[in-house]
T-cell receptor, first 112, second 113 residues
Framework: KQEVTQIPAALSVPEGENLVLNCSFT??????LQWFRQDPGKGLTSLLL???SQREQTSGRLNASLDKSSGRSTLYIAASQPGDSATYLC???????????WGAGTKLIIKP | GAGVSQSPSNKVTEKGKDVELRCDPI?????LYWYRQSLGQGLEFLIY????????KSGLPSDRFSAERTGGSVSTLTIQRTQQEDSAVYLC???????????FGPGTRLTVT
């Protein structure tokens, strides 16, 4: 059974720092992996999707990497801003169907 | 354009009462998903609709939970005889045909007292 773990559960850093959020999964046979951002009262927003054949994806100040063999993904945020404060969730898709298996998230606070 | 909307945003109910949660997906999106998020937990898949059909109901936690979708649009998640463990945020998402991109609504926070 696929399990997704995100550590730490919470992280607080000063504005301007670069930071890394971690996601690990127990079954390396995944189809793709997604990172989402969750803001209170606003639902979830997809940030990056990495196919199983890819090693990384970039969007602006965000870079997500994927190492299937070790069951790990990281989300790198460069030059953090207070507006980056949110909960970041990763989710893996086992095969080409729709089902996502979710981590519990990392709550990120960027201090001005 | 309009995103996914859910109503109510908050619902407090007494144990044993029935509740209905509503989801309005993005117009034209054929797929609709319901998830449950308990405090400190990841999202738990409940049910998936393709059009009005629900090919996968495997995530529904008990027979007290049911969902329907009409006209390929609005969906209602019904919880009968609510229990305290049903307290959670219920999230709805929709996606276009053959897309992995799920667009989420703001959720309904359900509190069972």
């Amino acid at each position: 059974k696929q399990e997704v773990t995100q550590i730490p559960a919470a992280l607080s850093v000063p504005e301007g720092e670069n930071l890394v959020l971690n996601c690990s999964f127990t079954d390396s046979a995944i189809y793709n992996l997604q990172w989402f951002r969750q803001d209170p009262g606003k639902g979830l927003t997809s940030l990056l999707l990495i196919q199983s054949s890819q090693r990384e994806q970039t969007s602006g100040r965000l870079n997500a990497s994927l190492d299937k063999s070790s069951g790990r993904s990281t989300l790198y945020i460069a030059a953090s801003q207070p507006g980056d404060s949110a909960t970041y969730l990763c989710a893996v898709r086992k095969d080409s169907n729709y089902q996502l298996i979710w981590g519990a998230g990392t709550k990120l606070i960027i201090k001005p | 354009g309009a995103g996914v909307s859910q109503s109510p945003s908050n619902k407090v109910t007494e144990k044993g009462k029935d509740v209905e949660l509503r989801c309005d997906p993005i117009s034209g999106h054929t797929a609709l998903y319901w998830y449950r998020q308990s405090l400190g937990q990841g999202l738990e898949f409940l049910i998936y609709f393709q059009g009005n059909s629900a090919p996968d109901k495997s995530g529904l936690p008990s027979d007290r939970f049911s969902a329907e979708r009409t006209g390929g649009s609005v969906s209602t998640l019904t919880i009968q005889r609510t229990q305290q463990e049903d307290s959670a945020v219920y999230l709805c998402a929709s996606s276009p045909w053959h897309s992995y991109e799920q667009y989420f609504g703001p959720g309904t926070r359900l509190t069972v007292t």
